[in-house]
């Protein structure tokens, strides 16, 4: 047996050296499957010991600290190379649980980009709302950062609104989406892949759950008679319809303005703020009636006030019906009167476009007012009728002197001369008896 093998006396000066080399060799023995337990890829908790410009050292539990070393840090930004301290509890990735020279290899860039992915599966899976700032762009879509990942969203996935707002001249330009850069989206992630580095995102379905939320929120919040600021998103032949920031409500028509409107381009546009009056909310049917005009005064409010019976006023038509034709008074256009059939001549008349068109101004005499009911009756027959003479008259003096050729004017002139032909006036206007 060689003298190497051979077992020491006991008692001898040896026994001890072979002792304290048998508890050296249990330690290297627990450091080795200490080692071993570490696989690559394996994120673990440590804390850090060691920090140096080229390298950081980790104690991570194992009989051997692990190196974080200079290639890995510089993978890092600089301000998360600055946040390193002594004493932090940070989480790193085995690269290497053993290299040739025992020493355990870490890196701190590759834990981070995994918890970020992790992090990223997570609001995939819970479908979670995020705000991410575009940062850059293509023509495909636009770049946002999650965290220290580059996401994409396609622009098929941004908001209905980005598309109208964004769409320009050329649409493969690769500058179509510069106007987003800096701006701050609502995203939800669609699809995560962390070995082929796949990270998109969409701002249409975000968009889309988050107004479905604020639809029931507000359907069961809106009360009539409230008043809300919306956004005009369209525009129809009977109205406008606004967000209200989750539900869009309807401004019909005939609640645009009080003036007659023909279409609601006349009175709005796409895409612009507006205060609104809740007219009526029907949660059955899931259905909000708005209206511009009742936030604007009334003018039928002092109707009676402005206009009297047998007043002579200055009208321009608007539309024709069988039954008559209706006039907006000039300079008070919000206030829309009715010249009956039996109103526009002395004789028989079939139908009014016998008589008036659309848009010719014409003097009418105001024949009776109903505030209450917004009605107005005028006349185009009595307007040159000598019954109002001295009225029409006195008007004139205290008013200003109608324009000469108007249409006022002529009344007044046509009126007085039937006056002085009939015996009934004199050249001053003057009654004679």
């Not at 850090?48 to 510089?74: F, W, Y």
């Not at 101004?361 to 019954?387: F, N, P, Y």
């Amino acid at each position: 047996m060689p003298a190497e093998w051979s077992t020491p006396e006991r008692g001898t000066s040896t026994d001890l050296s072979v002792h304290q080399g048998t508890d050296s060799m249990a330690d290297m023995l627990e450091q080795y499957l200490s080692c071993q337990r570490l696989q690559r890829g394996q994120i673990v908790p440590g804390v850090v010991v060691h920090v140096s410009p080229n390298e950081v050292i980790v104690d991570i539990g194992a009989k051997c600290e692990g190196t974080v070393p200079e290639e890995d840090l510089e993978r890092m930004s600089p301000a998360d190379r600055d946040a390193i301290r002594l004493g932090e509890e940070v989480l790193v990735c085995v690269v290497d649980s053993e290299d040739s020279n025992g020493n355990i290899i870490l890196s701190l860039s590759r834990a981070q980009t995994a918890r970020e992915w992790r992090e990223a599966q997570r609001l995939l899976e819970s479908q979670e709302i995020t705000e991410r700032r575009v940062t850059g762009c293509n023509k495909g879509g636009v770049i946002v950062q999650v965290g220290h990942l580059r996401g994409f969203v396609p622009g098929s996935q941004l908001g209905a609104a980005r598309l109208t707002d964004q769409a320009p001249t050329n649409p493969d330009s690769d500058d179509r989406w510069a106007g987003l850069i800096g701006e701050t989206l609502q995203l939800k992630l669609i699809e995560v892949d962390p070995k082929r580095n796949r990270l998109i995102l969409s701002e249409r379905v975000a968009v889309r759950d988050w107004r479905k939320s604020q639809h029931e929120r507000l359907l069961g919040e809106l009360a009539e008679g409230e008043v809300r600021q919306g956004r005009v998103i369209n525009l129809a032949d009977f109205g406008a319809f606004v967000d209200l920031g989750g539900i869009d409500g309807l401004v019909h028509l005939s609640e645009l303005s009080w003036k007659r409107v023909a279409h609601p381009r006349e009175v709005v546009e796409v895409g612009q703020q507006v205060e609104v009056y809740v007219l009526s909310v029907d949660r059955e049917r899931q259905r909000v009636a708005l209206s511009l005009k009742r936030l604007q005064p009334d003018p039928w409010a002092s109707i009676e006030e402005r206009y009297q019976e047998g007043q002579l006023v200055e009208g321009i038509i608007t539309r024709l019906t069988k039954w008559g034709a209706f006039a907006s008074i000039v300079g008070d256009e919000a206030v829309e009167g009715l010249i009956h059939v039996s109103e526009l001549d002395e004789g028989p008349v079939i139908h009014p476009r016998d008589v008036i068109q659309p848009g010719q101004v014409v003097t009418l005499r105001v024949i009776g007012v109903d505030r209450t009911r917004h009605r107005m009756a005028l006349s185009l027959k009595q307007a040159a009728q000598g019954e109002y003479l001295e009225r029409d008259w006195k008007a004139m003096l205290a008013a200003e002197q109608p324009e000469p050729g108007s249409s006022l004017s002529a009344a007044l002139s046509e009126t007085l001369g039937r006056a002085e032909n009939e015996g009934l006036a004199n050249a001053d206007g003057q009654e004679v008896l």
